[in-house]
């Protein structure tokens, strides 16, 4: 005969593990931090790219990409140290943020990336443009942005840009 305290520590432990399952199974990936640039907005929210980064394992190179929910449209064009809660299993994922920090930046490049994303998206119908590298020639005050496409490895665009936010491609 099982005593019914064996019967209660049983139904505890198949309780438990249910709620880890559970918990586990609808709570996305752990929390974690992702320094990018915010690119893009939607109803989603706003879309936080990284810098491209090398798979040691294969030759591919792969970016970290999450739309955030609770962050402002304005945030568009600022580099971002976000801190992600739980996420939605999708490539871009989906967060919210449980604490957002801006990253200091030169002076007007917000501006020039906002400028060189949108000459982006006319060029491209399908995809999100993203920053692959920005950098500053002081000698020639002259912005050289360097852009992806999120989901399209193939489309990429160098872009320089003049004080008066004139663009070239080169």
Known sequence: MVKPN?????????????????????????SETL??????????????????????????TFRAAVWV?????????NLLQVQLGAQA????????????????????ERSVLIASLDYA???WENGLPVIDSVSFDKEASKWEIDLGCLLDEEQKLRLLVDAKQEITEL
């Open 6 to 30: 064996h019967c209660r520590n049983w139904m505890s432990i198949v309780l438990l593990g249910v709620v880890l399952l559970l918990t586990a199974a609808c709570g996305g990936s752990v």
């Open 35 to 60: 320094v990018g640039y915010a690119v893009a907005h939607s109803e989603q929210g706003v879309l936080v790219v990284e810098p491209l980064n090398e798979d040691p394992e294969s030759d591919k």
């Open 69 to 77: 929910g609770n962050l402002h449209r304005n945030q568009v064009g």
């Open 89 to 108: 299993d999708s490539y871009p994922g989906l967060s919210l943020s449980k604490k957002t920090k801006q990253q200091q930046q030169p002076k007007g």
């Open 121 to 123: 998206k006319t060029k």
